[in-house]
T-cell receptor
C-alpha cells in the first residue's frame, strides 16, 4: 500500500493569509487527489492533480482559491489562499494504487 | 447523481458484540466500493475494497458484502473491541469516473 505523508499536520492561521500543504508519496502515481473534510462532515473532493498538467477542480472549487502544484510523480502541494474561518477543515491528500484509495494523515487547519 | 448514505449515523455497543454497519448508494453502476476507518482528527485507513464483480471481502474480524443490484453494502465487525471505536466511511467509485463519492459515516463507540 502507498505511504503518504503531509506537512504540516496542523496549523492555526489568521484570516486573509495563505497556507501551503505538502503531500509526499513513497511511490510514483499518476493522479493525486485533494479532499476537504469540514467539521462533522464527510469528505469532499477539491481537485485532481496530474503531473505535467493543470489540476481539475470540482464544482464549487476554483484555482484562485486552491492553487495546486504537481511538479513530479511523488509530490503535490495545495495552497489555501486568502483564508477565512469557513476554510477551517481537515485537508487530505489521496492516491490510488491498483484500484484502492489511500489517504495521508491530513492537515488540520484552523482559521481565526 | 450518485448519493451514498450510511445508517446508523452513530452506534454504541458493549465490547464483544457482533455488529453491522450499512451503506446504501443510489446508482448501481459502480466500479468498486471501499470501506475506511477514521480516528478523530486523523486521516482515513483503508479497511476493505470490493470490486464490482465481487460479493464480499474479508480481513480478520471484518467482512464486507456488496449487493450492487440493490445498492447496498454491509460491514460486519465480529467480536467488537474498544479499539474498534472510530468513524467508518464507505465510498463508491461510479462507473466511468475515477472519483470517489463518500458516505456520511457511522460513528462507532465500543464500550469496555
Amino acid at each position: 500500500s502507498a505511504v503518504i505523508s503531509q506537512k504540516p499536520s496542523r496549523d492555526i492561521c489568521q484570516r486573509g493569509t495563505s497556507l501551503t500543504i505538502q503531500c509526499q508519496v513513497d511511490s510514483q502515481v499518476t493522479m493525486m487527489f485533494w479532499y476537504r473534510q469540514q467539521p462533522g462532515q464527510s469528505l469532499t473532493l477539491i481537485a485532481t492533480a496530474n503531473q505535467g498538467s493543470e489540476a481539475t477542480y470540482e464544482s464549487g472549487f476554483v484555482i484562485d482559491k486552491f492553487p495546486i502544484s504537481r511538479p513530479n510523480l511523488t509530490f503535490s502541494t495545495l495552497t489555501v489562499s486568502n483564508m477565512s474561518p469557513e476554510d477551517s477543515s481537515i485537508y487530505l491528500c489521496s492516491v490510488k494504487q491498483k484500484g484502492e484509495q489511500f489517504f495521508g494523515p491530513g492537515t488540520r487547519l484552523t482559521v481565526l | 447523481k450518485q448519493e451514498v448514505t450510511q445508517i446508523p449515523a452513530a452506534l454504541s455497543v458493549p465490547e464483544g458484540e457482533n455488529l453491522v454497519l450499512n451503506c446504501s448508494f443510489t446508482d448501481s453502476a459502480i466500479y468498486n466500493l471501499q470501506w475506511f476507518r477514521q480516528d478523530p482528527g486523523k486521516g482515513l485507513t483503508s479497511l476493505l475494497l470490493i470490486q464490482s464483480s465481487q460479493r464480499e471481502q474479508t480481513s480478520g474480524r471484518l467482512n464486507a458484502s456488496l449487493d450492487k443490484s440493490s445498492g447496498r453494502s454491509t460491514l460486519y465487525i465480529a467480536a467488537s473491541q474498544p479499539g474498534d471505536s472510530a468513524t467508518y466511511l464507505c465510498a463508491v467509485q461510479p462507473s466511468g469516473t475515477y472519483k470517489y463519492i463518500f458516505g456520511t459515516g457511522t460513528r462507532l463507540k465500543v464500550l469496555a
